[in-house]
């Protein structure tokens, strides 16, 4: 069983950056692959970013490409989401989720474990 906490979210204008954490319980972390997804309110959760056990492979959704990066610390077993030039579009829920097979992917069918999500607001 993995547990998966979020951290960062907050309001910010547009333009500006925030950094969202997700902290994993377990030993096998360092096996999972990893992804970001967000939920604005009356859509569905759409994906973000997703990244490899070893942090070498990583796939970004067209909307956020070249603004967000994905990275992790096995370390730590955190995974971070860095969020910058932020648009009111990007307001969302933000969730970290956990493939146990290690496939990094968009669908969110792949993931066994999600977080509880933390909100993250752009005003304009």
């Known amino acids: 069983q993995v547990q998966l906490v979020e951290s960062g979210g907050g309001l910010v204008q547009a333009g500006g950056s925030l950094r969202l954490s997700c902290a994993a319980s377990g030993r096998t972390f360092s096996s999972y692959a990893m992804g970001w997804f967000r939920q604005a309110p009356g859509k569905e959760r759409e994906f973000v970013a997703a990244i490899g056990w070893s942090g070498g492979s990583t796939y970004y959704a067209n909307s956020v490409k070249d603004r967000f990066t994905i990275s992790r610390d096995n370390a730590k077993n955190t995974v971070y989401l860095q969020m910058n030039s932020l648009e009111p579009e990007d307001t969302a829920v933000y969730y970290c989720?956990?493939?146990?097979?290690?496939?990094?992917?968009?669908?969110?069918?792949?993931?066994?474990?999600w977080g509880q999500g933390t909100q993250v607001t752009v005003s304009s």
């Open positions: 989720a956990a493939d146990s097979r290690g496939r990094v992917g968009g669908w969110p069918g792949l993931y066994d474990y």
